[in-house]
């Protein structure tokens, strides 16, 4: 499966963004899907997953309240709506896709979108 994030952008603190990740090739809702994140200097860190179904979700504790993870599986894409943007939430957002279970562990995603650049400012 490809996968093509989008959405990112400049955003003052206290905005909302909405990230989208568009799949292609072999069928999307048998994916479960996840978002990571990236800020300059760290490592990537688990954001939200969701089940292939929609059904079951999962977030950072810290993100929770604040971010949510959605799909619509007739459109073959996730998404990921973020309120209340803190400039900490500055990063570089991936989409990934795993077949076996969810999970918030980068390394056991399959496969991984190029990304998508969110900044917020003070």
């Known amino acids: 499966v490809q996968l093509q994030a989008s959405g990112g952008g400049l955003v003052q603190a206290g905005g909302s963004l909405r990230l989208s990740c568009a799949a292609s090739g072999r069928t999307f809702s048998v994916y479960n899907m996840g978002w990571f994140r990236q800020a300059p200097g760290k490592e990537r860190e688990f954001v939200a997953a969701i089940s292939s179904s929609g059904g079951r979700t999962y977030y950072a504790d810290s993100l929770k309240g604040r971010f949510t993870i959605s799909r619509d599986n007739a459109k073959n894409t996730v998404y990921l709506q973020m309120n209340s943007l803190e400039p900490e939430d500055t990063a570089v957002y991936y989409c990934?896709?795993?077949?076996?279970?969810?999970?918030?562990?980068?390394?056991?995603?399959?496969?991984w979108g190029q990304g998508t650049l969110v900044t917020v400012s003070s």
């Open positions: 990934a896709a795993r077949l076996i279970g969810t999970s918030t562990i980068s390394a056991l995603y399959d496969y």
